[in-house]
């Protein structure tokens, strides 16, 4: 079946340190990939989303590119700031509702990131 | 604003009582979806409908139960069945004829039981 792998966290960084989260996906057809944040006692906010292989996602200074080959949608931004400490979670879906896919979001167990100033 | 409610934000129950979670959305989508969050973990899909008066379950099915009697609504019941209902609870929408599949969640309820 399909799954989805973050990195371990949690992972702590310094205010406008370069930011990498890990994603990598295992599928068995051709999946969207999406990074979802929550912000403490929230629900989830749709970050970025890429549909087909080589699209890069972008939104808010974050970037990921859906890498086939590697099966990887690595979340990466330049320079966090405080404001960016959440959960972030990496998920796949399939965007043809028909078949068995039933649109069904495949989560990663998400990554607890925290910016100190 | 189009958008998901739940309702109610916070939620406590003695054990051995059954506890309805709400959902609404005016965003005019046919799938509405349930997920469980607990500490650490990913979400886990409950239920989920894709059309009014139709629903499936997901990976969690037991120990919930849900109806879809309008578009809008796709309410959560737990029941004493439930082992362990102490949870987040978040409840997904999203149109079937989306290009993307992406999903738009509400603020979510969390629920104690005690």
């Known amino acids: 079946g399909d799954s989805v792998t973050q990195m371990e966290g949690p992972v702590t960084l310094s205010e406008e340190a370069f930011l990498t989260i890990n994603c990598t996906y295992t599928a068995t057809g051709y999946p969207s990939l999406f990074w979802y944040v929550q912000y403490p006692g929230e629900g989830l906010q749709l970050l970025l989303k890429a549909t087909k292989a080589d699209d890069k996602g972008s939104n808010k200074g974050f970037e990921a590119t859906y890498r086939k080959e590697t099966t990887s949608f690595h979340l990466e931004k330049g320079s966090v700031q405080v404001s960016d400490s959440a959960v972030y979670f990496c998920a796949l879906t399939y965007a043809n509702a028909g078949g068995t896919s039933y649109g069904k979001l495949t989560f990663g167990q998400g990554t607890i990131l925290t910016v100190h100033p | 604003d189009g958008g998901i409610t739940q309702s109610p934000k916070y939620l406590f129950r003695k054990e051995g009582q059954n506890v309805t979670l709400s959902c609404e959305q005016n965003?005019?989508?046919?799938?509405m979806y349930w997920y469980r969050q607990d500490p650490g973990q990913g979400l886990r899909l409950i239920y989920y409908s894709q059309i009014v008066n139709d629903f499936q379950k997901g990976d969690i099915a037991e120990g919930y139960s849900v109806s879809r009697e309008k578009k809008e609504s796709f309410p959560l019941t737990v029941t004493s069945a439930q082992k362990n209902p102490t949870a987040f609870y978040l409840c997904?929408?999203?149109?079937?004829?989306?290009?993307?599949?992406?999903?738009?969640f509400g603020p979510g309820t969390r629920l104690t039981v005690t």
């Open positions: 965003l005019n989508h046919d799938a």
């Open positions: 997904a929408s999203k149109s079937v004829w989306g290009a993307t599949g992406e999903q738009y």
